[in-house]
């Protein structure tokens, strides 16, 4: 059979769907080359991006084996390895084809969907995060897979550190705190040095460092001045940093230049008030990576730090404040107490132990009230429930017992406070005030002898006047009666003496109470005190039934004191003894040597005393009584006067010297007196009286009194001189010149002392001695206190005759002063003692 001829019409159909065909062929290769064009493009594209990275970009086969990388990886590694096409990856980045750990890709290989770790990579030193995801073909199956590594080390390093900050570092505030703050900021930072140090004066032109690290370690602190230094910039910005060649803008920094840094970044540390405490640097000889992180990172540090600075120095302060409260609560001498609402006794200060006696222990199981005097107590407890109760503060002065049972005053303040854990506490303080209420009550007793001594002494100026012309009228009397009678009359004589020593009563009178008198001093010389004791107390008590029995050590000190005076004290004190024993007893009296120093309380200078106790076996004194005991017209006895021991007081006190008493009810009653050692050296033996006779010449009399006027006249005149009377000083003035005009000079001059209205003798005999240098003068007053009479030849005078005087008084001061002869002036004139 022959083949089938196709007609016309089938071969044109066939060669259209032929030219079709061909077209179509033609679209599809057009196509494909297209496809090929943009895919080349795609793959270029796509590999100029991955180049572009900074992250390792690469593609593995199904052995992990690199097909392709980009250029961050050629860069990193092309250099040591050469080409890496074919290189397994595990040697790339772990250095070895067996790690220890799997690399995550090898998952991903093994049909994990995607892995994305973080991984430290040996052979890179650091951390990074390693992305991985399958490659499929056309066909869905997988050839391979691509990895993207992410440096990370950076960030670790932060983390870790900021980790450190919030919970491994070392207790906040320490030194060992900021330690290891700087370290983990030289970790986050990647730099050699960071240092953290505090402002130390206020202008801010220095600080001292609290931490360093330099070069792997902690380094010993330093003082920095910052002037011409970057560190003078962070107290004006909120960060200071040169990425490099800091060294440049500050040459003259010796810190850069040891440390031979080339990067600094710093920032201040601000306390919450705003104000700058300090700074915190980091330094380095590299230049600065990422400088925005690396502020950062910084910015986050100098927060805490600030924060820990400020409570450091808080913390600080707080330490030393406790340290100085403690130091003060146990060196003070007041008493300083914490006590319970109930009034347990929380704590003690030493001081508690040093003033109470007690010890510290026995104090911790006390109860403060129970410390309180009886008397004192119910107020004491009335104050402590309702004041602490209300958080008030009060102050109060009562008793506390002593360990020996002895009461002492003190005074209080109370401070009520809440504690933290909502208990109510109080803080007492206590000073001790025995010694200063006994001072306080010494001076009230000075102050009413005072005022009693200025009413004394005016009535004593006017009584001595009237005694004297009532002394030297008797005198005069009992003198003309012997003198005009060959047979004296004996009942007038009896009577004029016994006149003439109610006289001496009177005056004996008028000295106790001038003793009181403002201003006056004694006449003090040096004297031995036992001689004076022995003869006065043998006087006392002669007659007695009570036994004086005396210590009197032969090597007692001299004292300087008005002999007279000091008979009366010791007088006043003996009688006062024999009178508190009427049924006989002894009387021991006791004198030594002593030193006083401050830490004995008494309120005398510091020195050398002469210390005399009369101690009697009487019924003693009650306790209620002692403070009165000195109060002038203060007195227990029925006939007494209430001045014996006022005067005795008042004495030893012008004396310089103290005087107190203890006593016991049923056992007996102490005086002891201390009297200041005489610096004069050794008293004067006693010479025997001269006798004294008549005189001669003119005198000169100021007085306003007329009836001592009259019988002065008299008196003079019975002693051999001759007399011309002024009334006041100025009147004597006019006669004195008058008399040195005439030739016929005044061969002395008495003058009162005070003259009511008058020129009265102290300025008489000042503007005398301008007249005269020479002149030649007694003073004579009723008011001894004033400190004329004590020592008249400081105000110009030769000596005293002191109101009342009789004709013997008066011939001895005129003796003194003049001259006389040794004629009797009268065998009876009385010399009164």
């Given at each position: 059979?022959g083949a089938?001829v196709?007609?016309?019409?089938?071969?044109?159909?066939?060669?259209a769907?032929l030219?079709k065909?061909i077209?179509?062929?033609?679209?599809?290769?057009a196509?494909?080359?297209?496809?090929e064009?943009t895919?080349?493009a795609?793959?270029?594209?796509?590999?100029q991006?991955?180049?572009?990275?900074?992250?390792d970009?690469l593609?593995l086969d199904?052995?992990?084996?690199?097909?392709?990388?980009?250029k961050?990886?050629?860069?990193?590694?092309?250099?040591t390895?050469?080409?890496?096409v074919?290189?397994?990856?595990?040697?790339?980045?772990?250095?070895?084809?067996?790690?220890?750990?799997?690399?995550p890709w090898?998952?991903?290989?093994?049909g994990a969907?995607?892995?994305?770790?973080e991984?430290?990579?040996?052979?890179?030193?650091?951390?990074?995060?390693?992305?991985?995801?399958?490659?499929?073909d056309?066909e869905?199956?997988?050839?391979?897979?691509?990895?993207?590594?992410?440096?990370?080390?950076?960030?670790?390093?932060v983390e870790?550190?900021?980790?450190?900050?919030?919970?491994?570092?070392?207790?906040?505030?320490?030194?060992?705190?900021?330690?290891?703050?700087?370290?983990?900021?030289?970790?986050?930072l990647?730099?050699e040095?960071?240092?953290?140090?505090e402002?130390?004066?206020?202008?801010?032109?220095q600080?001292?460092?609290?931490?360093v690290?330099?070069?792997g370690?902690?380094?010993?602190?330093?003082?920095?001045?910052?002037?011409d230094t970057p560190?003078?910039?962070?107290?004006?910005?909120?960060?200071?940093?040169?990425?490099?060649?800091?060294?440049?803008?500050?040459?003259?920094?010796?810190?850069?230049?040891?440390?031979?840094?080339?990067?600094?970044?710093?920032?201040p540390?601000?306390?919450?008030?705003?104000q700058?405490?300090?700074?915190?640097v980091?330094?380095?000889?590299?230049?600065?990576?990422?400088?925005?992180?690396?502020?950062?990172?910084?910015?986050?540090?100098?927060?805490?730090?600030?924060?820990?600075?400020?409570?450091?120095?808080?913390?600080?302060?707080?330490?030393?404040?406790?340290e100085?409260?403690?130091a003060?609560?146990?060196?003070?001498?007041?008493?300083?107490?914490?006590?319970?609402?109930?009034?347990r006794?929380?704590?003690s200060?030493?001081?508690c132990?040093?003033?109470?006696?007690?010890?510290?222990?026995?104090?911790?199981?006390?109860?403060?009230?129970?410390?309180?005097h009886?008397?004192?107590?119910p107020?004491?407890?009335?104050?402590?429930?309702?004041k602490v109760?209300?958080l008030e503060?009060w102050?109060?002065v009562?008793?506390?017992?002593?360990?020996?049972?002895?009461?002492?005053?003190?005074?209080?303040?109370?401070?009520?406070?809440r504690?933290?854990?909502?208990?109510?506490?109080?803080?007492?303080?206590?000073?001790d005030?025995?010694?200063?209420?006994?001072?306080?009550e010494?001076?009230?007793?000075?102050?009413?002898?005072?005022?009693?001594g200025?009413?004394?002494?005016?009535?004593?100026h006017?009584?001595?006047?009237?005694?004297?012309?009532?002394?030297?009228n008797?005198?005069l009397?009992?003198?003309?009666?012997?003198?005009?009678?060959?047979?004296?009359?004996?009942?007038?004589?009896?009577?004029?003496?016994a006149?003439?020593?109610?006289?001496?009563?009177?005056?004996?009178?008028?000295k106790?109470?001038?003793?009181?008198?403002?201003?006056?001093?004694?006449v003090?010389?040096?004297?031995?005190i036992?001689r004076?004791?022995n003869?006065t107390?043998g006087?006392?008590?002669?007659?007695?039934?009570v036994?004086?029995?005396?210590?009197?050590?032969?090597?007692?000190w001299?004292?300087?004191?008005?002999e007279?005076?000091?008979?009366?004290?010791?007088?006043?004190?003996?009688?006062?003894?024999?009178?508190?024993?009427?049924?006989?007893?002894?009387?021991?009296?006791?004198?030594?040597?002593?030193?006083?120093?401050?830490?004995?309380g008494?309120?005398?200078?510091?020195?050398?005393?002469?210390?005399v106790?009369?101690?009697?076996?009487?019924?003693?004194?009650?306790?209620?009584?002692?403070p009165?005991?000195?109060?002038?017209?203060?007195?227990?006895?029925?006939?007494?006067s209430?001045?014996?021991?006022?005067t005795?007081?008042?004495?030893?006190?012008?004396?310089?010297?103290?005087?107190t008493?203890?006593?016991?009810?049923g056992?007996?009653?102490t005086?002891?007196?201390?009297l200041?050692?005489?610096?004069k050296?050794?008293?004067v033996p006693?010479t025997?009286e001269?006798?004294?006779?008549?005189?001669s010449?003119?005198?000169?009399?100021?007085?306003?009194?007329?009836?001592i006027?009259?019988i002065?006249?008299?008196m003079?005149t019975?002693?051999?001189y001759?007399?011309?009377?002024?009334?006041?000083g100025?009147?004597?003035?006019?006669?004195y010149?008058q008399?040195?005009?005439?030739?016929v000079?005044?061969v002395a001059a008495?003058?009162?002392l005070?003259?009511?209205?008058?020129l009265?003798g102290?300025?008489?005999?000042?503007?005398?001695?301008?007249?005269?240098?020479?002149?030649?003068?007694?003073?004579?007053?009723g008011?001894?206190?004033?400190?004329?009479?004590?020592?008249p030849?400081r105000y110009?005078?030769?000596?005293?005759?002191?109101?009342?005087?009789?004709l013997?008084?008066?011939?001895?001061?005129?003796?003194?002063?003049?001259?006389?002869?040794s004629?009797p002036?009268?065998?009876?004139?009385?010399?009164?003692?």
């Open positions: 059979m089938k196709m007609t016309r019409q089938q071969l044109l159909e066939q060669v769907a030219r065909r077209v179509q062929l033609e679209v599809s290769e196509r494909r080359k297209q496809t064009v895919l080349r795609a793959a270029e594209e796509w590999e991006s991955f180049n572009a990275l900074t992250d970009v593609l199904k052995t992990g084996m690199v097909l392709w990388a980009n961050a990886v050629r860069n990193r590694f092309e250099s390895y050469g080409t890496l074919g290189m397994d990856c595990r040697l790339l980045y772990f250095g070895t084809t067996d790690p220890d750990g799997r690399p090898e998952s991903v290989l093994h969907l995607s892995a994305v770790v991984v430290w990579l040996p052979n890179l030193d650091g951390w990074f995060l390693v992305s991985c995801y399958p490659l499929y056309m869905g199956n997988q050839w391979g897979v691509i990895s993207v590594l992410k440096d990370i080390t950076d960030r670790r390093r870790e550190a900021l980790r450190d900050i919030a919970q491994g570092a070392p207790a906040a505030g320490s030194v060992a705190f900021f330690q290891s703050l700087v370290k983990d900021l030289s970790k986050a990647d730099v040095y960071a240092f953290l140090a402002f130390v004066d206020s202008e801010q032109t600080v001292q460092t609290v931490a690290w330099a070069k370690h902690i380094t010993e602190n330093f003082l920095w001045k910052v002037a560190g003078a910039r962070l107290r004006k910005t909120k960060v200071a940093c040169w990425e490099s060649n800091i060294q440049q803008h500050y040459p003259q920094d010796p810190l850069l230049t040891q440390w031979e840094v080339n990067s600094f970044i710093g920032s540390l601000v306390n919450w008030a705003g700058v405490i300090g700074i915190i980091a330094m380095d000889r590299r230049p600065l990576r990422n400088l925005q992180l690396a502020q950062s990172i910084l910015g986050v540090f100098a927060v805490r730090a600030a924060s820990e600075l400020e409570r450091k120095g808080a913390e600080e302060a707080l330490r030393e404040n406790e100085r409260f403690r003060i609560a146990e060196n003070a001498y007041d008493l300083i107490f914490e006590t319970s609402l109930d009034g006794l929380l704590y200060s030493p001081s132990q040093k003033v109470l006696g007690y010890s510290l222990e026995e104090l911790g199981q006390c109860n403060l009230l129970n410390l309180v009886p008397d004192d107590r107020a004491f407890e009335w104050e402590f429930e309702t109760q209300s503060d102050h109060m009562y008793r506390f017992r002593h360990q020996s049972g002895e009461w002492r005053w003190f005074e209080s303040h109370t401070k009520p406070f504690t933290t854990t909502g208990e109510i506490v109080a803080v007492v303080v206590s000073r005030i025995t010694e200063r209420r006994r001072y306080d010494e001076r009230l007793r000075a102050t009413k002898l005072e005022s009693v200025i009413l004394a002494g005016g009535i004593a006017d009584f001595n006047n009237i005694l004297t012309a009532i002394f030297a008797i005198g009397a009992k003198m003309l009666s012997a003198k005009n009678s060959d047979t004296p009359d004996t009942a007038i004589a009896e009577r004029l003496n006149a003439e020593r109610a006289c001496l009563r009177a005056r004996d009178l008028t106790q109470l001038l003793t009181f008198a403002k201003g006056g001093a004694p003090k010389n040096p004297a031995s036992g004076f004791i003869e107390a006087f006392a008590l002669r007659g007695s039934n036994r004086c029995d005396l210590h009197l050590p032969d090597d007692l001299p004292v300087e004191v008005d007279g005076q000091m008979s009366q004290v010791i007088q006043n004190l003996v009688i006062n003894a024999d009178h508190a024993m009427p049924e006989g007893g002894i009387l021991h009296i006791h004198a030594s040597n002593t030193l006083v120093d401050p830490s004995q008494l309120p005398i200078k510091a020195g050398r005393y002469v210390k106790s009369i101690e009697d076996q009487g019924k003693g004194i009650p306790q209620e009584h002692l009165k005991i000195f109060d002038p017209y203060f007195t227990t006895k029925e006939k007494g209430g001045l014996g021991l006022a005795t007081y008042s004495i030893v006190n012008r004396h310089g010297g103290h005087i008493v203890t006593s016991e009810l056992v007996g009653t005086f002891t007196f201390f200041p050692v005489s610096e050296g050794q008293p006693l025997e001269t006798w004294v006779g008549a005189g010449g003119k005198l000169l009399v100021i007085e306003d009194e007329e009836e006027r009259e002065l006249e008299k003079l019975h002693l051999g001759e007399a011309d009377f002024a009334s006041d100025a009147e004597a003035i006019t006669l010149h008399a040195q005009q005439s030739g000079p005044y008495i003058m009162d005070t003259i009511p209205g008058g009265g102290k300025e008489t005999i000042r503007q005398l001695k301008a007249l005269d240098p020479s002149v030649v003068a007694l003073v004579s007053s008011y001894s206190n004033d400190p004329v009479m004590a020592d030849e110009g005078f030769k000596g005293v005759v002191v109101k009342p005087y009789n013997s008084d008066l011939g001895k001061a005129l003796h003194q002063v003049v001259g006389m002869s004629e002036a009268s065998p009876t004139t009385p010399t009164p003692s």
